[in-house]
Protein backbone atom coordinates (compact mmCIF):
# COMPACT_ATOMS: atom_id res chain seq x y z
CA UNK A 1 0.00 0.00 0.00
CA UNK A 2 1.51 3.59 -1.11
CA UNK A 3 0.66 6.65 -0.15
CA UNK A 4 1.42 8.76 -3.60
CA UNK A 5 0.47 12.07 -2.89
CA UNK A 6 0.98 13.17 1.15
CA UNK A 7 1.64 17.01 2.38
CA UNK A 8 3.14 15.26 5.24
CA UNK A 9 6.14 18.53 5.11
CA UNK A 10 2.67 21.01 6.16
CA UNK A 11 2.50 22.84 9.53
CA UNK A 12 -0.26 20.81 10.18
CA UNK A 13 1.76 17.74 10.95
CA UNK A 14 4.57 19.94 13.35
CA UNK A 15 3.59 18.58 16.07
CA UNK A 16 3.63 14.75 15.65
CA UNK A 17 4.87 14.07 12.50
CA UNK A 18 7.42 11.35 13.32
CA UNK A 19 4.05 9.47 15.18
CA UNK A 20 2.27 10.35 11.94
CA UNK A 21 4.87 8.21 10.18
CA UNK A 22 5.10 5.27 12.69
CA UNK A 23 1.24 4.98 12.23
CA UNK A 24 1.75 4.79 8.39
CA UNK A 25 4.31 2.31 8.94
CA UNK A 26 1.65 0.41 11.54
CA UNK A 27 -0.99 0.83 8.94
CA UNK A 28 1.01 -1.34 6.26
CA UNK A 29 1.84 1.94 4.00
CA UNK A 30 5.30 0.74 2.08
CA UNK A 31 6.07 4.21 1.38
CA UNK A 32 4.88 7.72 0.99
CA UNK A 33 5.74 10.17 -1.58
CA UNK A 34 5.99 13.58 -0.82
CA UNK A 35 4.97 16.48 -3.52
CA UNK A 36 6.38 19.93 -3.53
CA UNK A 37 4.44 23.08 -3.99
CA UNK A 38 6.54 26.14 -3.96
CA UNK A 39 9.95 27.48 -3.14
CA UNK A 40 9.83 27.16 0.99
CA UNK A 41 8.44 23.96 0.57
CA UNK A 42 11.43 22.36 -0.84
CA UNK A 43 14.27 21.79 1.79
CA UNK A 44 11.90 20.84 4.04
CA UNK A 45 10.80 18.21 2.11
CA UNK A 46 14.42 17.03 1.05
CA UNK A 47 15.28 17.03 4.89
CA UNK A 48 12.30 15.02 5.61
CA UNK A 49 12.84 12.50 3.11
CA UNK A 50 16.55 12.54 3.65
CA UNK A 51 15.82 11.34 7.33
CA UNK A 52 13.34 8.47 6.20
CA UNK A 53 15.35 7.37 3.32
CA UNK A 54 13.45 4.18 1.34
CA UNK A 55 10.21 5.22 3.16
CA UNK A 56 9.89 9.34 2.18
CA UNK A 57 10.36 9.99 -1.52
CA UNK A 58 10.50 13.71 -2.63
CA UNK A 59 8.98 15.58 -5.90
CA UNK A 60 10.16 18.86 -7.44
CA UNK A 61 8.06 21.03 -8.98
CA UNK A 62 5.89 24.53 -8.76
CA UNK A 63 2.01 23.72 -7.54
CA UNK A 64 -0.35 26.06 -10.17
CA UNK A 65 -1.79 27.97 -6.77
CA UNK A 66 2.05 29.26 -6.29
CA UNK A 67 2.18 30.41 -9.93
CA UNK A 68 1.69 34.12 -8.70
CA UNK A 69 4.30 36.74 -8.56
CA UNK A 70 3.08 38.46 -5.90
CA UNK A 71 4.16 35.94 -4.10
CA UNK A 72 6.93 33.77 -5.43
CA UNK A 73 10.06 34.84 -7.28
CA UNK A 74 8.81 32.40 -10.63
CA UNK A 75 11.51 32.51 -13.00
CA UNK A 76 14.46 32.38 -9.96
CA UNK A 77 12.57 29.34 -8.49
CA UNK A 78 12.09 27.77 -12.45
CA UNK A 79 15.62 27.92 -12.64
CA UNK A 80 17.10 26.80 -9.51
CA UNK A 81 15.06 23.73 -9.92
CA UNK A 82 15.96 22.67 -13.43
CA UNK A 83 19.56 23.01 -12.32
CA UNK A 84 18.88 20.65 -9.67
CA UNK A 85 17.19 18.13 -12.00
CA UNK A 86 20.41 18.34 -13.89
CA UNK A 87 22.51 17.20 -10.92
CA UNK A 88 22.37 13.49 -9.55
CA UNK A 89 19.12 14.09 -7.15
CA UNK A 90 16.50 12.24 -5.11
CA UNK A 91 13.22 13.29 -6.66
CA UNK A 92 10.94 10.47 -8.06
CA UNK A 93 8.79 12.85 -9.92
CA UNK A 94 7.92 16.36 -11.48
CA UNK A 95 5.24 17.42 -8.91
CA UNK A 96 3.07 18.91 -8.05
CA UNK A 97 2.46 20.92 -11.32
CA UNK A 98 -0.91 21.49 -13.09
CA UNK A 99 -3.47 24.13 -13.69
CA UNK A 100 -6.27 25.48 -10.94
CA UNK A 101 -8.78 28.26 -12.09
CA UNK A 102 -11.62 27.30 -9.34
CA UNK A 103 -10.14 30.13 -6.89
CA UNK A 104 -8.61 32.76 -9.50
CA UNK A 105 -8.04 32.80 -13.25
CA UNK A 106 -5.75 36.12 -12.52
CA UNK A 107 -2.40 34.27 -13.80
CA UNK A 108 -3.94 31.87 -15.93
CA UNK A 109 -1.03 32.49 -18.54
CA UNK A 110 1.62 31.95 -16.02
CA UNK A 111 -0.08 29.39 -14.64
CA UNK A 112 0.17 27.44 -18.85
CA UNK A 113 3.68 28.61 -18.93
CA UNK A 114 5.01 27.31 -16.14
CA UNK A 115 2.79 23.79 -16.37
CA UNK A 116 4.27 23.57 -19.79
CA UNK A 117 7.88 24.13 -19.12
CA UNK A 118 7.46 21.07 -16.52
CA UNK A 119 5.89 19.42 -18.41
CA UNK A 120 8.84 19.61 -21.21
CA UNK A 121 11.10 19.00 -17.68
CA UNK A 122 9.44 15.76 -17.08
CA UNK A 123 10.17 14.30 -21.04
CA UNK A 124 13.94 15.78 -20.70
CA UNK A 125 14.63 14.33 -17.74
CA UNK A 126 12.76 11.35 -17.90
CA UNK A 127 10.29 11.78 -14.59
CA UNK A 128 6.88 11.03 -14.57
CA UNK A 129 4.05 14.04 -13.71
CA UNK A 130 2.39 14.41 -10.70
CA UNK A 131 -0.78 16.40 -11.78
CA UNK A 132 -3.33 18.84 -10.36
CA UNK A 133 -6.18 20.02 -12.15
CA UNK A 134 -9.71 22.01 -10.81
CA UNK A 135 -11.84 23.49 -13.23
CA UNK A 136 -8.90 23.16 -16.18
CA UNK A 137 -9.45 19.44 -17.24
CA UNK A 138 -9.83 21.10 -20.88
CA UNK A 139 -6.67 22.79 -20.61
CA UNK A 140 -4.92 19.60 -18.91
CA UNK A 141 -5.96 17.06 -21.43
CA UNK A 142 -4.99 19.77 -24.68
CA UNK A 143 -1.15 20.08 -23.18
CA UNK A 144 -0.46 16.94 -22.06
CA UNK A 145 -2.06 15.86 -25.66
CA UNK A 146 0.72 18.25 -27.17
CA UNK A 147 3.73 16.68 -25.58
CA UNK A 148 2.71 13.18 -25.04
CA UNK A 149 4.89 11.41 -27.94
CA UNK A 150 7.98 13.09 -26.33
CA UNK A 151 7.12 10.01 -23.20
CA UNK A 152 5.29 11.55 -21.00
CA UNK A 153 3.80 9.19 -18.04
CA UNK A 154 2.52 10.16 -14.52
CA UNK A 155 -0.49 10.37 -12.23
CA UNK A 156 -3.65 12.55 -12.60
CA UNK A 157 -4.14 13.11 -8.96
CA UNK A 158 -7.35 13.84 -6.83
CA UNK A 159 -9.18 12.33 -9.68
CA UNK A 160 -13.09 13.12 -9.33
CA UNK A 161 -14.52 13.84 -12.19
CA UNK A 162 -16.82 12.45 -14.82
CA UNK A 163 -16.64 9.53 -17.18
CA UNK A 164 -16.27 11.57 -19.64
CA UNK A 165 -12.98 12.89 -18.25
CA UNK A 166 -12.31 9.54 -17.16
CA UNK A 167 -11.68 8.30 -20.39
CA UNK A 168 -10.47 11.71 -22.21
CA UNK A 169 -7.06 10.58 -19.26
CA UNK A 170 -7.04 7.13 -20.12
CA UNK A 171 -6.16 7.47 -23.70
CA UNK A 172 -2.54 8.49 -22.20
CA UNK A 173 -1.85 4.54 -21.55
CA UNK A 174 1.11 5.52 -19.38
CA UNK A 175 -0.60 7.80 -16.76
CA UNK A 176 -3.05 6.62 -13.75
CA UNK A 177 -5.64 8.13 -11.55
CA UNK A 178 -4.89 8.97 -8.50
CA UNK A 179 -8.10 7.93 -5.73
CA UNK A 180 -8.12 9.10 -2.42
CA UNK A 181 -10.88 10.19 0.29
CA UNK A 182 -13.46 11.91 -2.21
CA UNK A 183 -13.97 7.97 -3.17
CA UNK A 184 -15.60 7.31 0.28
CA UNK A 185 -18.08 10.52 1.03
CA UNK A 186 -21.82 9.74 0.81
CA UNK A 187 -22.54 11.56 -2.00
CA UNK A 188 -19.62 10.93 -4.21
CA UNK A 189 -20.18 9.61 -7.68
CA UNK A 190 -16.79 8.19 -8.38
CA UNK A 191 -17.61 4.89 -7.27
CA UNK A 192 -19.95 4.89 -10.35
CA UNK A 193 -17.62 6.26 -12.48
CA UNK A 194 -14.47 4.20 -11.92
CA UNK A 195 -16.23 0.56 -11.88
CA UNK A 196 -17.97 1.48 -15.05
CA UNK A 197 -14.79 3.08 -16.74
CA UNK A 198 -11.39 2.65 -15.02
CA UNK A 199 -9.90 -0.88 -14.36
CA UNK A 200 -8.22 -1.08 -11.55
CA UNK A 201 -4.84 -1.42 -13.60
CA UNK A 202 -5.31 2.75 -14.01
CA UNK A 203 -5.47 3.60 -10.15
CA UNK A 204 -3.07 4.64 -7.61
CA UNK A 205 -3.90 4.98 -3.89
CA UNK A 206 -3.23 8.45 -2.51
CA UNK A 207 -4.51 10.52 0.84
CA UNK A 208 -3.54 14.28 0.07
CA UNK A 209 -3.10 14.77 3.68
CA UNK A 210 -3.59 17.10 5.05
CA UNK A 211 -6.93 17.22 2.98
CA UNK A 212 -9.55 15.33 2.28
CA UNK A 213 -9.77 12.47 4.88
CA UNK A 214 -12.03 9.38 3.70
CA UNK A 215 -14.68 8.19 5.63
CA UNK A 216 -14.80 7.20 8.95
CA UNK A 217 -12.41 9.98 9.44
CA UNK A 218 -14.09 12.70 6.93
CA UNK A 219 -13.49 16.53 8.60
CA UNK A 220 -10.27 15.69 10.76
CA UNK A 221 -7.20 15.85 9.66
CA UNK A 222 -5.92 13.42 6.97
CA UNK A 223 -2.74 11.45 7.45
CA UNK A 224 -1.14 8.40 4.74
CA UNK A 225 -2.30 5.77 7.43
CA UNK A 226 -5.97 6.56 6.10
CA UNK A 227 -5.09 5.50 3.17
CA UNK A 228 -6.58 1.93 4.21
CA UNK A 229 -9.94 3.11 4.10
CA UNK A 230 -9.59 4.20 0.40
CA UNK A 231 -8.23 0.88 -0.01
CA UNK A 232 -11.07 -0.77 1.50
CA UNK A 233 -13.43 0.96 -0.15
CA UNK A 234 -12.28 0.52 -3.52
CA UNK A 235 -12.01 -3.51 -2.74
CA UNK A 236 -16.13 -2.96 -2.35
CA UNK A 237 -15.74 -1.15 -5.75
CA UNK A 238 -14.62 -3.35 -7.80
CA UNK A 239 -15.75 -7.09 -5.61
CA UNK A 240 -12.20 -7.76 -5.29
CA UNK A 241 -10.25 -8.09 -1.99
CA UNK A 242 -8.13 -5.60 -0.63
CA UNK A 243 -5.17 -7.54 -1.10
CA UNK A 244 -5.70 -7.84 -5.09
CA UNK A 245 -6.46 -3.88 -4.42
CA UNK A 246 -3.48 -3.52 -2.77
CA UNK A 247 -1.05 -6.04 -5.32
CA UNK A 248 -2.22 -4.39 -8.38
CA UNK A 249 -1.86 -0.49 -6.68
CA UNK A 250 1.74 -1.28 -6.02
CA UNK A 251 2.36 -2.45 -9.89
CA UNK A 252 0.67 0.29 -10.42
CA UNK A 253 3.04 2.22 -9.08
CA UNK A 254 6.32 0.54 -10.04
CA UNK A 255 5.42 1.02 -13.85
CA UNK A 256 5.06 5.12 -13.52
CA UNK A 257 7.69 6.09 -10.54
CA UNK A 258 10.66 3.59 -12.40
CA UNK A 259 13.03 5.00 -9.65
CA UNK A 260 12.19 3.49 -7.09
ZN1 LIG B 1 -1.36 18.02 -3.26
Redesign the pocket.
Known amino acids: MIDT?S?IDAEEFNDDREDVILRAKAAGVEKIFL?NINPQSLPQIEQLCSRHPGYLYPMIGLHPEDANPEQTDIEAFMQEMEERLQQAHQFVAIG?VGLDYYWDTTYRDLQLEVFERQVEWAAKFGLPLMI?SRSSHEDIVRIIGRHYDKGLSGVF??FAGSREEAQQLLQFPDFMLGIGGVLTFKKSDLPEVLSTTVPLSRIVLET?APYLAPVPKRGKRNEPSFVAYTLARLAQVYDVTPEEVEDITNANVAKIFKKL
Open positions: HHPEHHCD
